[in-house]
């Protein structure tokens, strides 16, 4: 999973169905040290992340139909936590 | 899950035949601000999105699971039209 920061909301109306009525919010992926590391990801939420949150995103298709269902076909991305707090040991 | 800019169009009229009846789009990765983010590829347009316009994409096997039938050689498809991208 890789750790990003909710940066803000993606409005789409025109969208392949497995989108529908799902929130999508456009993240920053962070180093475990929090820092952005340049890569963005679109991601379907999950836990009602909002903009600001430090989220978990799951990034791999067979997860992301194990949460969302067998209708979430073509999601790859979801966001499946909100980080309170990250400690990093070296 | 990427954002990406429609840059253009492409015509195959010899393809994998599970690939016929979608339009090729060539996208271009970009951010938020426009800044183009990766190299330009091209992607199944499941959306009917046109050249200028803001999209995002999906990649790998959810590309060709975006399609029907979804046993394609597809690693890339644009799955919805950006309306607004609200970063405050």
Redesign the interface.
């Known amino acids: 999973m890789k750790l990003a920061r909710v ?10 169905p ?2 529908d009525h799902r929130t ?1 919010l ?1 993240c920053d992926v962070l180093t475990p040290a929090g820092d952005p590391d340049g890569q ?4 379907v939420d999950h836990v009602q992340a909002g ?1 600001g949150d430090t989220v978990l995103i799951l990034d791999e ?1 067979n997860g ?1 139909r194990q949460i969302l269902g067998p209708t979430a ?5 979801v966001i499946v936590g909100i980080v309170d707090e990250v400690e990093l040991v070296r | ?3 990406g800019r429609v840059i253009g169009t492409c015509v195959a009229t010899v393809k994998y035949e599970g690939m016929q009846g979608y339009r090729l789009l060539i996208v271009e990765p970009v ?2 601000e426009g800044r183009v ?1 990766g190299d330009p590829h091209v992607a199944v347009d ?4 046109g050249p200028g316009e803001t999209v ?1 994409l ?6 060709a ?2 399609c029907d039938p ?1 046993f394609v050689p597809v690693d890339a ?1 644009v ?10």
């Open positions: 940066l803000g909301t993606v409005v789409s109306t025109i969208k392949h497995a989108f999508l456009y963005r990801i679109i991601a903009v298709g992301a076909q073509p999601v790859r991305a | 899950m990427y954002l951010d938020d983010t499941v959306t009917q999105a995002f999906v990649g790998s096997r959810e590309a699971l975006a979804s498809a799955v919805g039209i950006v309306d607004a991208l609200d970063v405050p």
